[in-house]
């Protein structure tokens, strides 16, 4: 046992912190109260669908009775595997990419793996100490938003000859497995739409931190789209690299796109989360959208479809993603892999009510 004192205990008494597991109960425990041998036990834990639905649930009516917890630790060891996958994101509290990860866990969780999640608010450096202090924890797997990273980075996940998939955009040299689309493709798709429907004058606003490259991606991609669509125009473009991913900046680049091209009639926003920010400000200022500003987002967000007017966007297969790339994960582990390790899932542009 170690010791140390905790100044918060009003005793003053120093605060002693037990082993972990020190009078835990043991397989034997469970065995003796089920009455099957400790081998039963674990066979019922390890292989379930070799053992009887009799002999299962007197073995899990035992471990229920008992508390009894299994020491993974010990199995991993023996087995070489640590039954987690490492999920590297550039934001946990973006929703977009909850949905990912959900899609990843209805696949996983039910196979017996469980997801380690980091996040990198769009640093490279900082993602690369992420995945090297995740490779320390053996994770059987990587899963990762992205496929810009450091070279280190990069060595790091190849020398550690566990299945990588990238996702969330594309690119002809993947660490090993991609599932995505591409950013710049539905730009491009977008100034087409928006030049279908009319639009003269279309501005694009984004927040571009350091790091974020898919939305550098979906700039790239309307600069593409306006020299194809509006030949001979200047490009219009409203970028901010310094503002929270909030609906507040949404406001923040509508108020620059207006100051900056008081005469666009369409601004294309690099999130539903800015665009929604947006119309909502839009709403407040008296301005009418679309008849005199229309408005486009990208990610169909499930708030997308509920504002009034509703938004036009770009729908990506956010959940999707996630559980493809956990199929490909589960078959490169089985060593019984069919699907291809590049995947373009791709995108729709969903016309609604506000462009």
Not at 127 to 151: I, M, Y
Not at 239 to 255: C, F, H, I, K, M
Not at 264 to 281: E, W
Request: hydrophobic share 40%; charged share 20%; with cysteine.
């Amino acid at each position: 046992m170690t010791e140390r004192t905790d100044s918060s205990n009003p005793t003053g008494q120093p605060y002693v912190r037990k082993r972990f597991g020190t009078n835990a109960v043991t397989m034997a425990d469970v065995a003796k109260v089920a009455g099957v041998s400790a081998q039963t036990v674990s066979r019922v834990l390890r292989e379930p669908e070799s053992c009887t639905p009799q002999t299962r649930e007197r073995v899990n009516a035992a471990i229920r009775a008992t508390k009894y917890v299994q020491n993974l630790a010990a199995s991993h060891l023996a087995s070489n595997r640590s039954m987690t996958v490492a999920v590297v994101l550039p934001l946990i509290a973006a929703s977009i990419f909850a949905e990912t990860v959900q899609g990843l866990s209805e696949v996983l969780l039910p196979e017996g793996y469980q997801i380690i999640i980091g996040h990198t608010d769009y640093d490279p450096l900082r993602e690369e100490a992420l995945v090297r202090s995740l490779l320390g924890r053996r994770p059987d797997a990587f899963f990762l938003v992205g496929t810009r990273h450091t070279d280190t980075t990069r060595e790091l996940l190849a020398q550690a000859h566990v299945p990588v998939v990238e996702s969330w955009s594309w690119t002809d040299n993947p660490i090993d497995q991609l599932v995505g689309f591409s950013n710049h493709d539905a730009l491009v798709e977008t100034v087409a739409y928006a030049r279908s429907k009319g639009y003269e004058r279309p501005t694009f606003a984004a927040l571009l931190q350091i790091g974020d490259h898919r939305a550098q991606e979906r700039l790239e991609g309307y600069l593409e789209g306006v020299a194809r669509y509006y030949p001979g125009q200047t490009a219009r473009t409203v970028v901010a690299q310094d503002l929270p991913y909030r609906l507040s900046t949404g406001t923040e680049l509508l108020n620059a796109a207006r100051a900056k091209y008081p005469d666009s009639d369409l601004l294309v926003f690099s999130s539903d989360l800015f665009a929604t920010g947006a119309l909502l400000t839009c709403q407040r200022m008296g301005i009418k959208v679309p008849s005199q500003l229309g408005i486009i987002g990208f990610g169909d967000y499930e708030m997308a479809g509920e504002m009034v007017p509703s938004l036009t966007t770009v729908a990506v297969p956010t959940t999707q993603i996630g559980m493809v790339s956990a199929r490909l994960i589960l078959e490169r582990l089985r060593g019984t892999q069919d699907t291809p390790g590049k995947l373009n899932l791709g995108f729709e542009l969903i016309a609604r009510e506000s462009a």
